[in-house]
């Protein structure tokens, strides 16, 4: 059974950095594809960040320039280092992996991945 394990979140003020993880048990591979995303009330998912498995990273453009993605040393573990947050940047933010297909992480499409994890909470205020 794969379980996603996102956490990292919190509540910080304006230009504040927080870094979030991820990190997937119960598959003995590389997940071809690992990605993060975030929802805030009322508004539809947003794919922030992903990384293929060849290393291919893709941004979301709210993002660029602020917000970092890197693997770690552990397999199927996944980062995301944000700076100079914004009240904007208010949302739950989760994880998502696919072990087959790094297609949707490559366009940061919301959904199409096999395995999700529950998200962390990141509060930005003004």
């Known amino acids: 059974q794969v379980q996603l394990v996102a956490s990292g979140g919190g509540s910080v003020q304006a230009g504040g950095s927080l870094r979030l993880s991820c990190a997937a048990s119960?598959?003995?591979?590389?997940?071809?594809?690992m990605a993060w995303f975030r929802q805030a009330p009322g508004k539809e998912r947003e794919g922030i960040a992903g990384v293929a498995e060849d290393g291919t990273i893709t941004y979301a453009n709210s993002v660029k320039g602020r917000f970092t993605v890197s693997q770690g040393n552990a397999k199927n573990t996944l980062y995301l280092q944000m700076i100079s947050l914004k009240p904007e940047d208010t949302a739950m933010y989760s994880c998502?992996?696919?072990?087959?297909?790094?297609?949707?992480?490559?366009?940061?499409?919301?959904?199409?991945?096999?395995?999700w994890g529950q998200g962390t909470q990141v509060t930005v205020s003004s």
């Open positions: 998502a992996a696919d072990p087959y297909s790094s297609l949707a992480c490559r366009h940061l499409a919301a959904y199409g991945y096999n395995y």
């Open positions: 119960g598959y003995a591979y590389s997940m071809a594809c």
